[in-house]
């Protein structure tokens, strides 16, 4: 096959094996298969060396011998090519049986592979589609935009050590790496570290890390909530997606009188505030940390979970809480928040110049998002652009402009503001004013989403009308 050859959609690709793979098994082929390629090119690229183990498995797939072979010999290629690889990352699992695949059928993604001009940005196209297709929302993947933003706040410096204690398949440390590559950090290397309770999670960020040439300490299969793998250690920067609203995360109440619980005992079924407190028992005495929550966890009335927030309000870890709109990631259909922690708010080198110290800031970024596509949303360079922004503004940070409040958007408010609302601390309960008018594409997306809804209504109320009529006629 040509490698200069056109390239193909993915999308034709993986319609080639529709009806002899499921989505999810032809997507973890086509990740294995960008990870031999990329395997293939370093050994290539390293004139030092006399490895040719993913080279030549990978020859063997790419050239007119292929036509010839069965999918029973394609997988034993496939996995001897990836020999060297699982020598060091762990052996891959869950690879789809190939047995009674015919040549043509995988041709097409073999040939997608091959003629890619960035097999990483490939490989993050497999990722997005397989968020769609497992619907799990943050347990696996964050959708990038997301991803961005949350890095873009923290700022992660060359040097320092970025913790994801769910990394999934490890997009927030990945676009923590590639914020200190990119203009807006100095440049540098990251020390990565991360955990996960699910193997496969934890198997695909190995694969993620390799095709972008990136190097982690990736720990588990374990709940960091009650088996934290990095036991005795903190870190500059603690980012995460956790899942929402997860119940019976504590083992039969095995991790009740836990030290990390020090602002109350999250609640056995609902491990929202268990992940708050676990993220800032790691952060250094500089460092900071942020994680997505469901708005919910911002005003929800359990006195438990009001305790909580007071507690984070009474020691001062919370900096910033950012309410975001509905539609942002895949199969969550809430509107959820991003909350940014910081050891100390006063003026040092990771902060800015302004003492922040007993003060907050709320962001109502909610009429930010344009629509992707129906039930689907996303938030624009623009508007990620103007939170950290106004973060960087809010915090003296060097370069920014002077922070000001903004009616129906931002608003800095004080411990004893919090206190008087009960320590609510959504955004859109303090911030006064209008928020800005949503765009004709956020009303044609509402529209639609509510006409989608009305439908599965009316085709609801039609089944159960056949239903009791064939009841009735039992009568």
């Known amino acids: 096959?040509?490698?200069?050859?056109?390239?193909?959609?993915?999308?034709?690709?993986?319609?080639?094996?529709?009806?002899?793979?499921?989505?999810?098994?032809?997507?973890?082929?086509?990740?294995?298969?960008?990870l031999l390629r990329h395997e293939a090119d370093a050994e290539r690229a390293d004139k030092q060396s006399d490895r040719r183990t993913a080279l030549d498995a990978?020859?063997?797939?790419?050239?007119?011998?292929?036509?010839?072979?069965?999918?029973?010999?394609?997988?034993?290629?496939?996995?001897?090519?990836?020999?060297?690889?699982?020598?060091?990352?762990?052996?891959?699992?869950?690879?789809?049986?190939?047995?009674?695949?015919?040549?043509?059928?995988?041709?097409?993604?073999?040939?997608?592979?091959?003629?890619?001009?960035?097999p990483a940005a490939l490989f993050d196209r497999c990722l997005a589609e397989q968020a769609l297709a497992i619907g799990r929302g943050g347990e696996y993947y964050t959708p990038a935009e997301?991803?961005?933003?949350?890095?873009?706040?923290?700022?992660?410096?060359?040097?320092?050590?970025?913790?994801?204690?769910?990394?999934?398949?490890?997009?927030?440390?990945?676009?923590?790496?590639?914020?200190?590559?990119?203009?807006?950090?100095?440049?540098?290397?990251?020390?990565?570290?991360?955990?996960?309770?699910?193997?496969?999670?934890?198997?695909?960020?190995?694969?993620?890390?390799?095709?972008?040439?990136?190097?982690?300490?990736?720990?588990?299969?374990?709940?960091?909530?009650?088996?934290?793998?990095?036991?005795?250690?903190?870190f500059d920067v603690v980012v995460a997606n956790p899942p929402f609203n997860l119940s019976r995360w504590d083992e039969d109440g095995q991790t009740r009188y836990d030290h990390r619980w020090v602002y109350g005992v999250p609640p056995a079924g609902n491990a929202n505030f268990a992940w708050v407190q676990h993220v800032i028992s790691k952060i250094s005495p500089r460092g900071r940390a942020g994680l997505l929550l469901p708005t919910g966890a911002a005003?929800?009335?359990?006195?438990?979970?009001?305790?909580?927030?007071?507690?984070?309000?009474?020691?001062?870890?919370?900096?910033?809480?950012?309410?975001?709109?509905?539609?942002?990631?895949?199969?969550?259909r809430n509107p959820v928040s991003l909350w940014l922690f910081s050891r100390s708010k006063k003026p040092h080198g990771n902060w800015g110049s302004n003492d922040r110290s007993r003060q907050y800031l709320l962001i109502d970024a909610r009429?930010?998002?344009?629509?992707?596509?129906?039930?689907?949303?996303?938030?624009?360079?623009?508007?990620?652009?103007?939170?950290?922004?106004?973060?960087?503004?809010?915090?003296?940070?060097?370069?920014?402009?002077?922070?000001?409040?903004?009616?129906?958007?931002?608003?800095?408010?004080?411990?004893?503001?919090?206190a008087d609302q009960g320590y609510d601390v959504l955004p859109s309960h303090h911030i006064g004013g209008t928020a800005a008018e949503a765009t004709q594409g956020d009303r044609e997306e509402q529209v639609a989403h509510l006409t989608d809804e009305l439908y599965k209504l009316f085709d609801k109320a039609r089944r159960l009308e056949g239903e009791l009529r064939d009841l009735l006629g039992q009568l």
């Open 1 to 34: 096959m040509d490698r200069a050859s056109k390239e193909l959609p993915l999308e034709r690709a993986l319609d080639a094996l529709r009806g002899a793979l499921t989505l999810e098994d032809a997507l973890l082929f086509a990740m294995a298969l960008i």
């Open 58 to 118: 990978w020859q063997t797939l790419t050239t007119q011998d292929f036509w010839r072979r069965g999918g029973r010999e394609l997988a034993d290629v496939i996995r001897n090519g990836l020999g060297d690889w699982e020598s060091n990352h762990g052996k891959l699992s869950g690879l789809p049986n190939l047995a009674d695949m015919r040549a043509p059928q995988l041709a097409p993604l073999i040939e997608c592979v091959a003629a890619a001009s960035d």
């Open 146 to 234: 997301i991803a961005r933003l949350l890095i873009g706040l923290m700022e992660p410096r060359a040097g320092e050590t970025v913790y994801d204690p769910v990394c999934g398949s490890g997009g927030l440390l990945l676009r923590a790496s590639e914020y200190v590559k990119s203009p807006e950090g100095k440049t540098g290397s990251l020390a990565l570290h991360g955990q996960d309770v699910n193997q496969m999670a934890l198997q695909t960020a190995a694969m993620n890390f390799s095709v972008h040439d990136l190097a982690a300490d990736l720990k588990g299969p374990a709940s960091s909530l009650t088996r934290d793998l990095f036991p005795n250690e903190i």
């Open 299 to 332: 005003f929800g009335a359990k006195s438990v979970e009001r305790h909580i927030r007071a507690g984070l309000v009474k020691d001062d870890v919370l900096s910033c809480v950012v309410e975001l709109p509905a539609g942002l990631i895949p199969h969550v």
């Open 367 to 418: 009429e930010t998002a344009l629509p992707l596509g129906r039930g689907r949303r996303t938030i624009p360079d623009e508007a990620r652009g103007r939170i950290t922004e106004t973060f960087a503004a809010w915090r003296g940070a060097q370069g920014a402009v002077p922070y000001e409040d903004v009616p129906g958007w931002c608003r800095s408010v004080s411990s004893e503001d919090i």
